[in-house]
């Protein structure tokens, strides 16, 4: 996995520093769930760093120290390399498989930004949700129906495409294909993920000893709100393609 990621680093790099629904989008839903300041003094643990986005947030928000972890070196280096550029000193980054992760301490948050979406079996699922006192991450939505498959006609507006390469309708397992669009001219980004159901996703995080786990709602920054209109953000927040999973350490 860490040659794929190396492979499309600079793209995905590109990608979320350009498109706006990164920050109104997840940015935002993540400050919803954990507000400013609500971090002051905790010590995170950012798995699946990508290229430094989500650490960077978490010291926002108030952290005092983070660690990020990724599987890409070319990505850790980018985040690296912001951190020089503006001065970060509360962020240590470390090129790691979070699978095979040692144990780097007690952390009071553990927020795995896209983990989960990598996945490839319920085995390896167990292995990435981390100790922690919270566990906050992304899932594709979880129930099939109206929100799931995506209508790829809406959400290519949001930079994004999902293929899903089995089934018309997706079973615990099953691999999706995420493009990126990387610019307005059409080009893109792929890589392969992996969807679960509500009903697996809260067993594996029971067995991994979760309580509290709950499947939150997306949230749209109200700037952006205002500028684009209703009816651009309505398919990402009655039909989202993504959805947030909190849960607390028993």
């Known amino acids: 996995m860490a040659s794929k ?8 790099s590109n990608y979320y520093q350009t498109n706006y629904t990164n920050t109104t989008f997840e940015e935002y839903t993540l400050i919803s769930l954990l507000p400013y300041e609500s971090l ?14 989500s650490s960077r947030l978490a010291v926002k928000l108030g952290a005092e120290s983070v660690i990020g972890v990724g599987i890409s070196p070319k990505m850790v280096d980018i ?20 699978v095979d992760i040692d144990k780097l301490g007690e952390f009071d948050v553990v927020w795995a930004i896209y983990l989960l979406l990598h996945a490839k079996d319920i085995d390896n699922l167990k292995k990435r949700i981390q100790p922690g006192s919270r566990f906050i991450a992304f899932v594709f939505q979880p129930d099939v129906g109206d929100s799931w498959p995506p209508d790829n006609t809406q959400t290519k507006k949001y930079g994004r495409e999902f293929k899903l390469t089995s089934n018309d309708e997706p079973h615990d397992g099953d691999e999706i294909i995420v493009s990126l669009y990387t610019n307005d001219d059409g080009q893109k980004v792929s890589f392969n993920t992996y969807w679960y159901s509500r009903k697996t996703l809260l067993a594996v995080f029971e067995e991994t000893g979760f309580v509290n786990v709950k499947f939150q709602k997306v949230q749209v920054e109200p700037e952006e709100y205002a500028k684009n209109g209703e009816e651009y953000w309505r398919n990402i927040l ?13």
């Open 5 to 12: 990621f190396c492979g499309i680093a600079e793209e995905i």
């Open 40 to 53: 002051r003094g905790k010590t995170v643990l950012d798995l699946s760093c990508i290229t430094g986005w």
């Open 79 to 98: 985040a690296k390399k912001f951190e020089e550029e503006t001065g970060g000193s509360k962020i240590k980054y470390i090129v790691r498989d979070i």
């Open 238 to 250: 009655e039909r989202p393609f993504l959805i947030p999973i909190t849960a607390e350490k028993n």
